[in-house]
């Protein structure tokens, strides 16, 4: 655990912190533009060509051509940021999350419908291990 | 005089508004949701405040990350409504009050609160999901709305405590105005939560029961919880409950709870509605 950042302590969590925030300033730029139709479509046409606009790194844009959303968040990307992109292809958060679980759609429905994910076993990492 | 009468806190989920908007609303998944909200409506009905507060963050649509402000005073004639991806929600423009909001900046800044000043801004779910949840679906709004944005997308979020004391000057504030008006505040976002990485889904019953308890027995209490105790046990984006505090701060040290419900799930989240009535 890093002593001035105990949240990084949290299983499957990425806290957006300044941090990261410094790190992900123009992959979350890019996605606010994502915000007119215009630019939905600009970017769905051509992925790379919109992309180049931004200084994002290589990590970053392979991320996000390859909708790997967990790495996103990992490299700087803010979740409601994120919902953007998600939302230009059509989908939903709630798809969003449940591919950031590795359940299906369904099986994430599923589970929020019958209460949720307990927090048991996943306060922290080490708890986590236990499990 | 103005005055604060009562406090609504309330979730803010987009889904909730997609439902509504897409006519969703009668579907099993949705129906025990929108019952649940019944009475609140006809309570708010039956309120008729001239005023609404509505403390709400903004998700990356009135703000990108160019300024993060902290606490951002909606002073605005009006409030358009954002893209946030999928097309503006179809409801009322959000009409201001910028003559109390900029008494309201004045007396808070000189209260040591240091306000950011917003003359143009959009507004999202974050504001519009409550207003369609209390208000229903209106041709227009029927109150003015001074909308205070709170930064939680970028940790850290502002304490509980200080938001719970941001309330309190709140109060203050409202009450040196002269007219006539009566002020219902809201604190939105919440309950548990998380929508992000491998934890998404995490919600936490005994924790939203305990907050929702202490909003009237002991609300000191709740302006002690540490962030990370919102982040590692009620979910990443739990921390939008310090803006209940901030509610909670604005209706004096005495309420009453009127009404409450509670529901898992809408989309990835444990939905919490409150009522509170100023003693």
Redesign the interface.
Known sequence: MVADK??ED?????????QR?RAG?HL??F??T????AN?KAFLADERSYLANFKLTDAQREAVLGRDW?RL?ELGA????L??L???DGR???Y???Q???MTEKE?VD???S?????EG???KSEREKH | MARIVAGVGTSHT??IG?ALDNGKAGQP?WQPLFAGYEPAKRWMAETRPDVVIMVYND???AF??KVIPTFALGCAEQFPI??????PRPVPVVKGYPELAAHLVQSLVLDEFDMTIVNEMQVDHGLTVPLTLLFGSPQEWPCRVIPLAVNV????APTGRRCYRLGQAIRKAVESWEEDLKVVVFGTGGM?H????????????AFDKAFLDDLSRDPERLTRIP??EY????G??AIELVMWLLMRGTLGPKVEEVYRFYH??A??T?VGNIILECR
């Open positions: 105990p949240y949290i299983p499957g969590t990425w806290i957006f912190d300044a925030a300033y979350n730029q996605l606010y994502l915000m007119t139709d939905r967990n968040l803010v979740v409601y940021a919902a953007k998600a939302f230009t939903s958060y709630q969003m999350a449940s950031m679980t590795g994430y589970m929020m419908l209460g949720g994910r307990s927090p996943w306060r922290s | 987009p889904a997609a998944y998700h990356v649509n990108d990350f954002a893209d946030e991806g999928w097309g997308v970028q940790y850290p548990s998380q929508i992000q990485g491998p934890r998404a889904g995490l919600t936490n019953p962030p990370l982040l590692r046990e009620a990443a984006e898992i799930p989309s990835s444990a």
